[in-house]
Nanobody
Framework: QVQLVESGGGLVQAGGSLRLSCVAS????????MGWFRQAPGKEREFVAA????????YYADSVKGRFTISGDNAKNTVYLEMNSLESEDTAVYYC???????????????????WGQGTQVTVSS
């Protein structure tokens, strides 16, 4: 089992910034991917960003490209999501997820991630 704990959410004004953190513990495995997803009220959970262990490639949803940055610190078993120029549309619960990396085609699919955190609320006021 892998345990994921997110933190860093909160209330911020439009145009502001937040940094989310996700600390992983438990079983470790090679060739993994770590992703951030979000879910707004009444909407489906959607992909935000992901990072892979091999090659340390990063991927982003079009809606956050240029504003959000995903990064990882292997020594701390932590993945970060730096969010800048926040918009009201970014308001959601943000979830950290982990799974085996099996190709770029699957990076945004929720069913390819085996472990999920409890989520952290991000609210952007306009």
């Amino acid at each position: 089992q892998v345990q994921l704990v997110e933190s860093g959410g909160g209330l911020v004004q439009a145009g502001g910034s937040l940094r989310l953190s996700c600390v992983a513990s438990g079983r470790t495995f090679n060739n993994y991917m770590m992703g951030w997803f979000r879910q707004a009220p009444g909407k489906e959970r959607e992909f935000v960003a992901a990072i892979t262990s091999i090659g340390i490639n990063t991927y982003y949803a079009d809606s956050v490209k240029g504003r959000f940055t995903i990064s990882g610190d292997n020594a701390k078993n932590t993945v970060y999501l730096e969010m800048n120029s926040l918009e009201s549309e970014d308001t959601a619960v943000y979830y950290c997820a982990a799974g085996y990396y099996s190709g770029q085609s699957f990076i945004a699919r929720t069913n390819r991630y085996d472990f999920w955190g409890q989520g952290t609320q991000v609210t952007v006021s306009s």
